[in-house]
């Protein structure tokens, strides 16, 4: 059990486009999602905490405008990243927290993003 | 100061080896540690949590010093499948306690060679 499914597992795009990343807990029901980035050679960086129904909550630095979260359902959340870039070319992780779970994440394969 | 301290490495040691690997926290108020396991361009899975009294898993032993805040991990007699970059990391807590925030180290790379 416990298993997380992101989809796509990778994209390239263009600039200025946008890129829908769904991140889905396939046999339990998350509460809370959370998305990282990871650049080369760096480690995971959280990006923001998604609880259902309500809005995330993005760590310093991260701009809410440009990655939109939407965590509709208790299986399911996305992040969209709006005009990308070339900078944002990098591995977007969620992972997710099983209700009842407090310490426990479960983490997706991962999306690579590549901008052109 | 980083939240969470690792060697970067790489540590290239030869079948068989011991090895073992360091991390410091800065957050004396952390509750829970994990050592995860991150294979090149794929999701890191969780190896070991890490407790007080600390606890071995088969050729793993993992070790909290929480006076020191300091984390270790020891991996005996080394196998070519332990290859992977070994990330140490620490919760915090926040909102009251009531959600968990992962805080990741920069891992620790460990080639292991034939």
């Known amino acids: 059990g416990a298993v997380v499914s992101q989809h796509p597992s990778w994209v390239i795009c263009k600039s200025g486009t946008s890129v829908k990343i769904e991140c889905r807990s396939l046999d339990f029901q998350a509460t809370t999602m959370f998305w990282y980035r990871q650049f080369p050679k760096q480690s995971l960086m959280l990006m923001a905490t998604s609880n259902e129904g309500s809005k995330a909550t993005y760590e310093q630095g991260v701009e809410k405008d440009k990655f939109l979260i939407n965590h509709a359902s208790l299986t399911l959340s996305t992040l969209t990243v709006t005009s990308a870039h070339p900078e944002d070319s990098s591995f977007y992780i969620c992972s997710a927290q099983r209700f009842g779970s407090y310490n426990e994440q479960f983490f997706g394969p991962g999306t690579r993003l590549t901008v052109l | 100061r980083k939240e969470v301290e690792q060697d970067p490495g790489p540590f290239n040691v030869p079948e068989g080896a011991t090895v073992a690997f360091n991390c410091t926290y800065s957050n004396s108020a952390s509750q829970s540690f994990f050592w995860y396991r991150q294979d090149c361009r794929k999701e890191p899975k969780l190896l070991m949590s890490?407790?007080?009294s600390g606890n071995e898993d088969g050729r793993f032993t993992a070790q909290l010093n929480r006076a020191s805040q300091y984390i270790s991990l020891l991996i005996r007699d080394s196998k070519l499948s332990d290859s992977a970059t070994y990330l140490c990391?620490?919760?915090?807590?926040?909102?009251?306690?009531?959600?968990?925030?992962?805080?990741f180290g920069t891992g620790t790379l460990l080639a292991v060679q034939p």
């Open positions: 990391v620490v919760n915090s807590l926040r909102g009251g306690g009531a959600t968990n925030k992962l805080i």
């Open positions: 890490v407790y007080s």
